[in-house]
């Protein structure tokens, strides 16, 4: 088997085009595009060059840091605000410093535990969505001069594709419509897009896990893996650990398809600093080291130098932060350097490991023991210590770990693109259950149904029902192609057609295992609502046939399908009608909606 850069197809499109792919991590960031020419094999590039790195040749990633005045208006960013002379500037003016921002779009189901640290405050005036919006058109501008100034008449260039650009935004495996929506709005807020439907149309998204698994295969490790085995893409970065696990189902064209429900748990690089720093706390109470600014300090060396190399906890770790004259013998400071032992460093990282071991090991058990090997890309991945850890405690499973030669951090941005063109994932695995509320039947023999009778309602042809019924249009666990719909009809009864107008279904998700529940319960952590799917039924009104109701009251009764197409790396539901004459159509809309007009029983 070639890698994918020997077997992609020419691009088939009449026009040149630009597809720009962003990767906004929690700690660091990049980007990747490909220029589409009529007839020719895309190319993947990486934006390499950023204000601030022009000392660093070939450097594809940077911070993902903003400063703000006081007025909300960026300052700096990237590796600009890593610069001295804008760290100082930022301190004289009061600039605010806003990092691991991407961690607030998190979903509600998904607790973060900061180990008592607290993510930075938002600028003033400012939404997370603002701000991401904000960072997305630093990257955007940053990608706009990259390929300006470095491809011939890149000013033309530009021009002739800037109204139609494509974007392909990556998120974790953990993040759904929501989030998604969210993200779009970011992208309309820093001017990537128009706020229109042909503008939205023009974001794409992929889970980090996926686009991860692309830039594996680009990089030739498909072909090292046989089709009867599965294999795991583990996703390392700053704040996540992206986990999803797929098999070979053919090789010319390569299709592969998940074998596993994907995970995300918060395990990256980052709340291994978090623990040093904590730990630092402690340890340098009552020195003059002892200070935030101090401690600030010295974790950030800690990130920048022993976190990096770490490779053996039997050896002693230094942190090297200040200058030969700086020492303090009572906490283990000397000659500018922190002594940490290697069993105090190796703690720090346990955590962020042993939940990488149990997830990877549920990823075998809800394959079946499929997966044989483990592919390890990400910027955490670079660790020495975390690739041992993983190869050490997966070998007793006959499970190897491995990772590409290829730079890990920027597996996802060029993993993303690889995505859009090359598009070899056929089938996804369903991560919870999917469904709608509906009215039931009124049982007083049931004991369940007698705790509920408060709330019982009569529909106008005289059946008393009880809501909050919770039905299944899509389980957990289940093998979806892309173009495989899930449609479930229902009805409902209306005494006034003028409703037909403004007519709303939620699309309900539940986390809470396998067995499908019975009831929604609406402030439990394990329910929550994916997206509000409305439409304008009011062309049924001229079709739709009166009845009578047990007293004597007008009705009319309508039919309708929900449909949940979920094979695609964004979630669609819709709504299905049809007047006798023609199908209709009405797709999501993600909205906050604590109540739906019409109430609808399953048929």
Partial sequence: MKPTSDTRKPYGGSSRALIIALDVGTTFS??????????????????????????????????????????????????????????????????????????????????????????????????SVDVFGDFLAYLFRCTKSFIIDTHANGQTLWHHVETSIEFVLSHPNGWEGAQQT???????????????????????????????????????LAADNPSRHGFLVADAGGGTLDISSYAVRGTNPLVIEEVAPPDCIFAGSVFVSRRAREFLEEKLKGSKYGTSDSIDHITKRFDETTKRLFRDKKDLQFVPFGSPLDKDFSVGIRGGQLKLEGTEVAEFFEPSVEAAITSIKAQVDASQGMIKSVWLVGGFAASPWLFAQLQERLAPLKITVSRPDSQTSKAVADGALGFYCDHHVSARMSKFMYGVEYLREYDPNDPEHHSRKD???ELPSGPRLLPDAFDCILARCVKVKESTVFSRKYCTELTNLSTLSVF???????????????????????????????ADLSLLSGSAEPKHGKNGKTYWTIVFSVEIHFGLTEFKARIKWNDNVSVFFSYMCQINCDNIRERSSSM
């Avoid at 960013?77 to 301190?91: C, K, M, T």
């Fill in 30 to 127: 990049g980007v990747s595009y490909a220029l589409l020419e009529p007839g020719e094999v895309p190319k993947i590039h990486g934006v390499t060059r950023f204000p601030g790195q022009e000392h660093v040749a070939g450097n594809s990633k940077i911070p993902s840091v903003m400063y703000y005045d006081r007025h909300g208006r960026v300052m700096a960013a990237g590796a600009e605000a890593d610069n001295a002379s804008i760290i100082s500037q930022a301190e004289d003016e009061e600039w605010i410093k806003t990092e691991l921002f991407k961690l607030r779009l998190r979903p509600k189901s998904m607790k973060l535990k900061m180990n008592g640290m607290r993510l930075s405050p938002l600028p003033r005036h400012k939404s």
């Fill in 182 to 220: 969210k993200m779009r709005r970011a992208a309309v807020y820093g001017g990537l897009i128009p706020d229109t439907d042909e503008g939205r149309a023009r974001i794409r998204f992929v889970t980090e896990g996926e686009a991860s698994l692309h830039a594996c295969v680009q990089s030739g």
């Fill in 455 to 457: 709330r019982l309602c």
């Fill in 504 to 534: 709303e279904v939620e699309i309900w998700c539940y986390r809470g295992g396998d067995t499908i529940p019975q009831w929604i319960l609406r402030h439990a952590e394990d329910y929550s609502t994916l997206c509000v799917v409305r």
